[in-house]
């Protein structure tokens, strides 16, 4: 009988601008001539899982990262919702609520993506974000890759959540912050999951901080036990690449990428003689 390659699928979980480490797993990868089949991004995770399901290599992955990812992306805040924050009687409190201004953002991931759209891509990539009213995991799949990144991407109260088909979007790590169940149903039979701890601060001094630490939380604990479940589910199936940083690094700090990505590169160096031996021995049938 006939076999044919698995397909290997990326997962870039919620991080935030650690997310950068997935270039580092791109380096190795182009460097052993692995190819992955299929991309799932979640926040952070999801600018970089469109850069990548477009084709290109690590190297351009890294110049549309700082295109997209300024030191000045949570600069600006949003007095509209600060107002509606510390007065709500009088201007009105409801769901577009987001502390930091997302223009930046936007204009950011404008410049890096322009028009393209899920059809450009040169292998499916989905995007996962949250339903704000439902709590549900929403996969995006189809329309513009700006929307679907900024709405995976939205941190709530951090920034305002978007709407996409009807539906009010928030972050996707409030509800799927590593989505290996996404890559599972689209057929993967390898998954390396590329996954982040995120530390606590160590003192919360402003409404950001506050918002962040509540998330971060949430984050934690979610993680924590949907990866133990499809760990113990598919072990044998996916790889887990887990990056640890000895400082926190927050969401403008550009000047710790390079230690960023060489923490991917070196905890996917520990993993390939593994990930060799499964791509050895995991022939799947043909038809």
């Avoid at 992955?36 to 690590?58: P, Q, R």
């Avoid at 577009?96 to 953002?105: A, E, L, P, T």
């Avoid at 679907?148 to 709530?156: E, T």
């Amino acid at each position: 009988m006939a076999v044919k390659k698995p397909i290997i699928a990326l997962v870039i979980g919620s991080g935030g601008l650690k997310c950068a480490a997935v270039i580092g797993v791109m380096q190795v990868l182009e460097q052993e001539g692995i190819a992955v089949d299929m991309v799932v991004g979640c926040s952070g995770g999801a600018v970089f899982g469109a850069a990548i399901a477009l084709g290109h290599d690590a190297n351009r992955v890294d110049q549309i990262r700082a295109q997209t990812w300024t030191n000045d992306v949570s600069s600006r805040l949003h007095f509209p919702s600060l107002l509606k924050i510390a007065l709500p009687k009088l201007f009105g409190f409801d769901d577009q609520i987001g502390i930091f201004d997302d223009r930046i953002m936007t204009g950011n991931l404008t410049r890096a993506f322009g028009s393209q759209t899920f059809a450009d891509t040169k292998i499916p990539f989905y995007c996962v974000a949250t339903d704000f009213n439902t709590g549900d995991v929403v996969v995006i799949s189809g329309g513009p890759l700006v929307r679907a990144i900024r709405a995976s991407a939205g941190i709530p109260v951090i920034f305002r959540p978007v709407e996409v088909d009807g539906k009010l979007l928030v972050d996707g790590g409030v509800s799927n912050p590593l989505p290996v169940d996404v890559a599972i149903q689209h057929g993967a039979d390898i998954i390396i999951a590329l996954g982040f701890e995120n530390p606590m601060l160590p003192s919360v001094a402003s409404p950001g901080n506050f918002a962040s630490q509540m998330f971060t939380i949430l984050v934690n604990q979610l993680l924590y036990k949907k990866f133990a479940f499809y760990n113990l589910a598919y072990h044998s199936e996916i790889i887990a690449i887990v990056p640890e940083f000895k400082e926190g690094i927050k969401i403008g700090d550009v000047h710790s990428v390079p230690i960023i990505i060489e923490q991917g590169r070196a905890e996917t160096i520990k993993h390939l003689p593994y990930l060799k031996n499964m791509l050895a021995n995991h022939p799947t049938p043909e038809g």
